[in-house]
Nanobody, 119 residues
Framework: QVQLVESGGGLVQAGGSLRLSCAAS????????MGWHRQAPGKQREFIAS???????YYADSVKGRFTISRDNAKNTVYLQMNTLKPEDTAVYYC?????????????WGQGTQVTVSS
């Protein structure tokens, strides 16, 4: 099993920045990609970004150029740097992990952290 614990959510004004962190524990050897999904009120969860163990990254079009995913494999941690935040970025952000090269269909989920962007 893999456990994922997020931190770093909060309230920020539009145009501001936040950095989310997620630490993985458990059977780390089973993980290839780590990433992020989000779920806005009344909407389905959507893929945001992922990074493979070889640092291949993927982004949703809605965040490309504003968000940056990175990993520290020595710490089993993935980060999401979010810049130029918009009110529509308001959502619960979930850390994800997968045995595959991307987390578009993750096998593991964190509990989520709230990000609220005020206008």
């Amino acid at each position: 099993q893999v456990q994922l614990v997020e931190s770093g959510g909060g309230l920020v004004q539009a145009g501001g920045s936040l950095r989310l962190s997620c630490a993985a524990s458990g059977t780390i050897s089973s993980i290839n990609a780590m990433g992020w999904h989000r779920q806005a009120p009344g909407k389905q969860r959507e893929f945001i970004a992922s990074a493979s163990s070889g640092d291949t990254t993927y982004y949703a079009d809605s965040v490309k150029g504003r968000f940056t995913i990175s990993r520290d494999n020595a710490k089993n941690t993935v980060y999401l740097q979010m810049n130029t935040l918009k009110p529509e970025d308001t959502a619960v952000y979930y850390c994800t992990a997968a045995k595959w090269r991307t987390t578009m269909s993750p096998g593991y989920w964190g509990q989520g952290t709230q990000v609220t962007v005020s206008s």
